[in-house]
């Protein structure tokens, strides 16, 4: 004889739940607050001390735009606005379109290992640090010990000097940050691309579209917001340019000028004049610069629209 036990469903409110994760909510909110923790001490603090500075004077009193109007009319201010603004155009052009099409076409790679060695290959170059890797672009854009001394003398270079002159910088700075960070996005891009819908895919695929069809009507519309984040991030490392100029001011005796970007201006304010209030005063104006030109990054690239 067997028995069967009815047991009646639990209604309420109670039942319908689904049980609470206290261990991960709160793991969840220990990481949010130390990352809180170290932007609080790292960024805002800092910002806030850098907006007492440039409003006010050496000695404390309020001083208006004075600052401001002291770094503007400093002969050296426009020059370097006008050398980070031709690196920045070089720079975001190149890093747009040449990481899109590169990470589209790793991504139509159906090789799996070929695939993956593409992403580690361009990735590589990401992980030196900024200063090792201008270090060894020192070699590199030396024609009598670089590997690519050939094509540099076919153009015309015989020297170091004459490859690090101050109308070449733009094109060198610009290259030397695609090689470092342009395999970063590439593997960023590469992820994005794989949630696109294969059904998505297959039905263009089935209709005779291209693969160039593919790329520029599907895949290029739903990269838009990723290409808006990656030139809103690369606008803001870009307009710090410090670590490129400045090694190689020093390595080439002062050909390459120590003031030649903002950054470096800011820098010689601090430093060298002891002047912490125009300094400060250099950094809101990047500070501007850089949220302006993000802005139109956000809104051209509907950055915070949903889908």
Do not use: C
């Not at 060298?272 to 500070?287: E, K, R, T, V, Y």
């Amino acid at each position: 004889m067997t028995v069967v036990a009815e047991v009646a469903p639990a209604t309420g409110r109670a039942a319908d739940r689904p049980p609470v994760r206290r261990r991960g909510s709160l793991m969840s909110y220990g990481f949010i607050s130390l990352y809180a923790a170290l932007a609080l001490a790292f960024g805002v603090l800092p910002a806030l001390y850098a907006v007492y500075l440039a409003f006010t004077d050496v000695e404390g009193g309020f001083a208006g735009i004075t600052n401001f109007s002291k770094v503007v009319g400093d002969f050296r201010f426009w020059p370097a606005v006008t050398h980070v603004a031709f690196y920045l155009l070089i720079w975001l052009v190149a890093l747009v379109v040449l990481v899109t099409v590169l990470a589209i076409v790793v991504h139509a790679i159906k090789v799996r290992w070929l695939s993956r060695t593409l992403r580690f290959v361009f990735y590589l170059p990401g992980a030196l640090a900024g200063a090792s890797s201008v270090l060894l672009w020192l070699f590199v854009l030396d024609p009598t010990a670089s590997p690519v001394g050939g094509l540099l003398t076919l153009f015309g270079f015989d020297s170091f000097v004459q490859v690090i002159v101050p109308g070449n910088l733009p094109v060198i700075f610009a290259i030397i940050a695609f090689w470092t960070g342009a395999g970063g996005w590439i593997v960023i891009m590469y992820g994005a691309l794989n949630n696109i819908s294969d059904e998505v895919m297959e039905a263009a695929r089935m209709d005779g579209a291209s693969p160039v069809q593919i790329a520029w009507n599907i895949q290029l519309p739903m990269l838009r917001k990723w290409i808006s984040y990656m030139g809103i991030m690369s606008l803001a490392a870009g307009t710090q340019l410090f670590v490129e100029p400045q090694l190689l001011s020093q390595a080439s005796n002062a050909i390459v000028p120590n003031d030649y970007s903002l950054n470096q201006l800011a820098y010689q304010y601090a430093f060298q004049q002891n002047d912490f209030n125009g300094a400060a005063a250099i950094s809101l104006l990047l500070l501007v610069i850089a949220l302006a030109l993000s802005a139109v990054f956000v809104t051209r690239g509907g950055l915070f629209e949903r889908d």
